[in-house]
């Protein structure tokens, strides 16, 4: 405890036991802070999954792929075996990991550059093939680590520092649904988006993660799920303002929910 | 002794990867190697439960090869000339994360689309790096069907070794032609727990991450100076090669692979015509068989190297003689296989009409 | 009826000061500060002691750094 | 002993499984042995061929630019190679549908009418192994027991009830060469 802390936070004895914790910082995270700009998604999201790896007690079962892009850094967090894949090609790296380790849970983590972009064709195979593996696409928007450009999931109208008149969809395309997309393959058993806007969002994530994993050990298919998120820095916003722009913005093109649930048996 | 079989290069190496123990093959159909991915997918998996996986590209199959790599699974690749440039930017990754894999390169005409005929212009891409960055592969060049069985094994041994990645360049020759191969006997599919593979964190452990990113400049010339220890190391101890008269050569004959072979013939002929030529053939590409070169020169008249391609070796023997000899090069290009009577014909216009 | 009684506890050091756990809070239990951490931000603070322990605040914390307990007393029946 | 061949013809007579299988033959018998197609594009109509090479010790090049012998299953082919074939060398053309056969006179020209012997036969197909017979008694490079086992290594168990035709298409090659 630094001084700060220990001036700032006076401990109650009588609440702060054990017994009565209600959450704290999963062990599953290494001690390494978040490089994320304040208000991130990318962290939350590290957060929940790495809550969910806990709570399911697989941190010794699972392997993780991290990207290229704003979280090409997620194997510094993550406490479970990370492998850091070329740009795009996460879903074919899980591939390979889960070919010849098909006991073990094998995630990716994405940001839309990198899933939707450059790895699209690595993406939509993965997927065809019913690929056992949990996909994370983080869907801000914009592409965060080169600062600002354009995603193919940016909005139509969107100001990027290379769409500077916002973006026009009759010469540079349009917002690319991957999730609706990926949930015609056969191959796909689980689709759903989410965000990390709210508190209550955070919690629907959050068990979507974990669907998505429990799935995952039943050998269902690929399950994809999707994560409607911020860009503070990027989008020139504070992260409140960033949230805000997530749930008047991005949520309308962009609806939460499942898209493509199992049959319930 | 081993089975004796008559195979074709493609199938041999096929059978040599399953026989190695290998434990998963990722890869895209590409003539001349197509076979390849044929004969694994009928074998492969009912024999020794190797994974055999059809990537949708060169592209994911290597991504695959460097995950797989990654678990400490031993793991190989084939492509041709155009599919292994795209496998170049993974190729980087694997040799900077240290992962060993094996891939097989059976060079087609180039540059381009090129044609599907046997060339070897890859030379520069294979032993030069290929993709971004300082590294190197280890490359060796098969010259018959029974080197495309012995460098499996061998460059599993090495990928192993030097948590490198190794590639075996041959030629669509070389994939197509059948010979009398003689195969090792099947070997055991090992789990080795290397400290480094990722395949779950154990308990009480920190976590293992592979990664080729590092971002502190400090940081990355270290993992560059760890490289290129490595390479000296390989430079000291794993050269390769042939060499045929050199005790009494006068001049000397060089190549690789096939047109190495193709050589020999000329060599011969030469021989019964009473010309002193003697021959060297690299078998390790990188490391490459300098200090032989730098023996020799002093005392012949002079070199010719013969390539399925414009003069790429030609520039490492050039420089592994430095300037004591005279170097002539001859090649064909395009998938075009030069005969042992063209290389007579050059060498004799290079050093016994025009001397 | 039951007594609920919470408490937040936050690493002020690794805060990032993005205040997303301040608009999370339903009980406006959260503040930021107005000094700033070594990192550089004004990190978030307790403001009031009216801490339910929802966690709300914690859910939302991109960077983990809360901690939150609660504790929930039953009343002690009491004669009408 | 060493002989260095090139079989030829147009697509779909057969001549890189004569080659082929001389060289299954040579392996069983304990030679070494190489054989190289000439494949891609040419292997669809035109002229197809391939070099075998069957040796008492290590085989160099796979490549050759002159030959032993020559076998030559039509006119193209004859055109291509008769010039190729060394001196005291042996070249055999098909003689029942050739206009103009080869002229040398420093190497052994057999003529054998193996379309027309193919015909008697009913079989079509076995064009190429009545040439084999005549090759391999010529030039004595593996036995035609040899050849007869490496057939039913080739031969996929279904189709073994042809290897009767293709031991009486190698006899009547052996026989046409005989005369």
């Known amino acids: 405890m630094s001084e700060l802390n220990e001036i700032m936070n006076p401990i109650k004895e009588n609440i702060c036991l054990p017994e009565f914790l209600v959450y704290e910082r999963p062990d599953t995270l290494t001690e390494q802070e978040f490089h994320y700009c304040p208000g991130c998604g990318h962290s939350t999201v590290h957060k929940l999954l790495m809550e969910v790896v806990s709570e399911m007690g697989i941190v010794g079962d699972t392997i993780g792929v991290a990207p290229v892009g704003c979280s090409v850094f997620a194997y510094h967090y993550l406490g479970v075996d990370m492998q850091q894949a070329a740009h795009g090609r996460a879903c074919a790296v899980a591939t390979g990991i889960k070919r010849v380790m098909p006991e073990k849970i094998v995630f990716t983590y994405q940001g839309d550059g990198d899933l939707a972009a450059i790895g699209t064709a690595e993406t939509v195979h993965a997927a065809n093939r019913g690929e056992n593996l949990l996909v994370i696409f983080i869907n801000n928007g914009i592409y965060g680590m080169t600062s600002g450009q354009m995603a193919p999931t940016s909005l139509e109208g969107m100001v990027t520092t290379t769409s500077p008149y916002g973006r026009d969809v009759l010469t540079q395309g349009y917002p690319l649904k991957i999730s609706e997309l990926l949930a015609h393959l056969p191959g796909v058993y689980y689709v759903t988006r989410q965000a990390v806007n709210t508190a209550g969002n955070v919690r629907k994530t959050k068990k979507a993660l974990q669907r998505g994993l429990e799935y995952q050990k039943k050998n269902l298919g690929f399950c994809l799920v999707e994560v409607v998120s911020n860009c503070p820095s990027n989008l020139k916003m504070t992260p409140l303002e960033s949230n805000e722009f997530v749930a008047n913005q991005m949520i309308p093109f962009y609806p939460l929910g499942d898209i493509k649930v199992p049959e319930v048996k | ?355 | 009826m039951a007594k609920v009684q919470g408490e937040v506890i936050i690493d002020l050091e690794k805060c990032k000061g993005c205040e997303l756990c301040i608009i999370a809070c339903p009980e406006e239990t959260l503040a930021i500060a107005n000094i700033i951490n070594k990192k550089g931000y004004r990190y978030a603070i307790k403001a009031q002691d009216n801490c339910t322990g929802c966690a709300n605040c914690a859910l939302v914390c991109p960077d983990a750094v809360i901690t939150v307990y609660r504790k929930v007393e039953k009343a002690p029946k009491q004669a009408v | 002993m060493l002989q260095e061949a090139i079989f030829s013809g147009f697509g779909g007579q057969g001549v890189l499984t004569m080659g082929m299988l001389l060289g299954y033959a040579g392996v069983i018998e304990d030679k070494e042995v190489t054989w190289m197609p000439s494949y891609g594009p040419e292997m669809r109509g035109g002229t197809a061929n391939c070099i075998a090479i069957v040796s008492d010790s290590l085989i160099s090049s796979p490549i050759i630019s002159t030959f032993d012998s020559a076998v030559t299953l039509n006119q193209p082919s004859i055109e291509k190679f008769e010039y190729k074939v060394k001196v005291g060398g042996n070249i055999f053309y098909d003689s029942s549908n050739t206009i103009n056969p080869p002229t040398r006179e420093d190497i052994n020209i057999y003529a054998c009418p193996v379309s027309e012997e193919a015909i008697k036969l009913r079989n079509s197909k076995v064009l190429n192994m009545i040439m084999l017979g005549a090759f391999i008694e010529v030039t004595k490079v593996v036995k035609m027991e040899t050849l007869l086992k490496a057939l039913e290594q080739v031969l996929p168990e279904r189709y073994h009830k042809l290897i009767p035709l293709n031991k009486q298409a190698i006899e009547i090659g052996m026989g046409l060469v005989r005369k």
């Open chain 2, 1 to 355: 002794m081993g089975d004796v079989k008559f195979m074709k290069g493609n199938e041999a190496l096929s059978e040599a990867m399953i026989r190695a123990g290998c434990d998963a093959y990722f890869g895209y159909p590409i003539t001349p190697q197509s076979e390849v991915l044929e004969y694994l997918a009928r074998e492969a998996t009912k024999r020794t439960g190797m994974v055999v996986l059809q990537a949708e590209s060169e592209v994911s199959a290597i991504n695959m090869i460097y995950g797989a790599a990654g678990c400490g699974k031993r793991v190989m690749t084939t492509s041709s000339s155009p599919g292994i440039s795209l496998m170049q930017e993974g190729l980087s990754y694997i040799a900077s994360a240290e992962l060993p894999c094996l891939v097989a390169n059976i060079n087609r005409g180039g540059p381009g689309l090129g044609t599907i005929q046997p060339a070897q212009g890859d030379y520069f891409q294979s032993v030069k790096g290929g993709g971004h960055g300082d590294y190197h592969l280890v490359v060796l060049a098969p010259c018959s069907v029974q080197e495309m069985v012995d460098y499996v094994k061998l460059g599993f041994e090495l990928a192993d070794k030097y948590r490198t990645p190794v590639m075996i360049l041959a030629d669509g020759a070389i994939g197509q032609m059948m010979e009398k191969v003689e195969l090792f006997p099947q070997m055991e599919r090992v789990v080795t727990d290397y400290p480094w593979a990722t395949t779950g964190r154990p308990a009480g452990k920190d976590r293992r991450y592979i990664t080729s990113l590092h971002i502190q400049p400090e940081k990355m010339e270290e993992i560059n100076h760890t490289l290129q220890a490595k390479y000296k190391v390989m430079q000291e101890t794993e050269v390769r090669y042939q060499a045929l008269h050199l005790d009494d050569a006068e001049y000397l004959m060089t190549g690789f692979g096939l047109a190495a072979r193709i050589c020999i013939k000329a060599m011969e002929l030469g021989r019964a015509k009473g010309y002193k030529i003697g021959m060297i053939r690299p078998q390790t590409l990188f490391p490459f068989p300098t200090k032989i070169y730098a023996e020799v020169a002093p005392r012949i008249k002079g070199i010719l190297d013969v390539e399925m391609n414009a003069g790429q070796m030609i520039e490492d023997v050039r420089l592994s003689v430095e300037g004591k000899t005279r170097v002539e090069f001859f090649g064909r290009m395009g998938g075009m296989i030069p005969s042992p009577d063209e290389i007579l014909e050059n060498f004799e216009k290079y050093f016994i009409k025009g001397s």
